[in-house]
């Protein structure tokens, strides 16, 4: 059974092993070119045991307390792959993985592993912010003739309106096991950061754009 607070045990983990990093005075640059004063980095869970091991206990049991069904497990390109890879072999389930885009060479194909269509998968992430890259794997998986209604992740942002982007259309669930709410209240209870930082946090993560107009 989860623990009344597992969400914010998970967040604690993040914190602790640095998946969650923070930088007030210089941000950090994203992928995007634009500034943020966090950095989420949910691919080093793999190389703590430990952690990893109790992540994945919690993703289990949340699988099961939520009576979520589903016959394949569907890493996504690349950070989702080892977690659906570790989930299959705990729940002894099939696995595929979906690639970003199809191969321009051999098959073509965009989806690895065997797979029969009418069968329902889960896609599995290690996090998702908007949304927005998902929508692609859930795409591919459909036009496959999967089944799919869930995506699982350790760490959503749950900031956005999900209904402005691709997912809204696609009639599709995010499940996740701590989001920023999660990470405030670990480090407020924690006193990981002062206040100011905090009040800075939340300015970021209530409007990033408009914190990035007045911090680029």
């Not at 009344?4 to 005075?25: C, G």
Request: charged share 25%.
């Amino acid at each position: 059974m989860l623990e009344n607070n597992y969400q914010d045990k998970v967040a604690k983990i993040l914190i602790d092993i640095e998946s969650v990093k923070f930088s007030f005075n210089n941000p950090f640059v994203l992928t995007s070119g634009h500034k943020s004063p966090v950095y989420v980095d949910c691919r080093k869970i793999i190389s703590y045991k430990n952690e990893r091991n109790t992540i994945l206990n919690y993703a289990v049991q949340y699988f099961k307390e939520k009576k979520l069904n589903f016959e394949i497990l569907a890493g996504g390109e690349t950070a989702g792959i080892p977690y659906a890879a570790f989930l299959a072999e705990r729940l002894q389930k099939k696995m595929i993985y979906i690639r970003k885009k199809p191969k321009n060479f051999g098959k073509n194909q965009q989806i690895e592993g065997n797979i029969v269509e009418g069968q329902k998968a889960i896609l599995i992430e290690d996090l998702a912010t908007d949304g927005r890259s998902k929508a692609v794997f859930v795409e591919a998986m459909r036009k496959s003739r999967l089944i799919v209604s869930d995506i699982f992740v350790i760490f959503y942002y749950d900031i956005f309106d999900i209904t402005k982007t691709p997912l809204a259309s696609l009639n599709i669930k995010i499940h996740s096991l701590c989001s920023w709410k999660n990470i405030i209240n670990v480090l407020i209870k924690e006193e990981i950061i002062s206040k100011i930082n905090i009040d800075h946090l939340k300015k970021f993560l209530k409007d990033p754009e408009q914190w990035r107009h007045q911090n680029e």
